[in-house]
């Protein structure tokens, strides 16, 4: 598909250069005044500039980071809704989550980061807040 869009990019450049040369050197293909073939030309410029367009947001698309699942939730940031000492709820990305912390209880209402899962379970460390 991508490779496709860049074929027809190219192909609509090579003809709107094409056009534009046999304008400007007064040549006439068809039957179309020099100023057809500018308006032609400058018409296939902007059709190739709209496919790039659509070319470049589709490579952009195919190199972003995943943003579901477990791969998004780790490293994310939130706030305990409940003590957990050592299991209790966050709520991590405006979603509540069981969680569980490894070290030391954490309280209600602390910022938390989360570390990784296991299994249902968010695993959490407090974030250190600074003064």
């Not at 190199?63 to 939130?78: H, Y």
């Not at 209790?88 to 209880?105: I, L, N, S, Y």
């Amino acid at each position: 598909m991508q490779a496709g869009l860049a074929f027809a990019v190219g192909i609509l450049v090579v003809i709107a250069v094409f056009l534009f040369l046999a304008a400007f050197l007064g040549a006439t293909y068809f039957g179309l005044a020099v100023q057809g073939e500018v308006i032609l030309a400058v018409t296939i410029v902007v059709v190739a500039l709209i496919i790039a367009l659509i070319f470049y947001a589709g490579v952009k698309a195919q190199f972003k980071k995943v943003k579901t699942g477990k791969e998004a939730l780790i490293g994310s940031t939130g706030i305990a809704t409940s003590d957990l000492k050592p299991t209790g709820e966050v709520r991590v990305m405006g979603e509540f989550w069981q969680a569980t912390v490894k070290d030391a209880a954490i309280p209600a209402g602390q910022a938390i980061v989360v570390v990784g899962m296991d299994g249902l379970f968010l695993v959490v460390q407090p974030i250190e807040q600074k003064a």
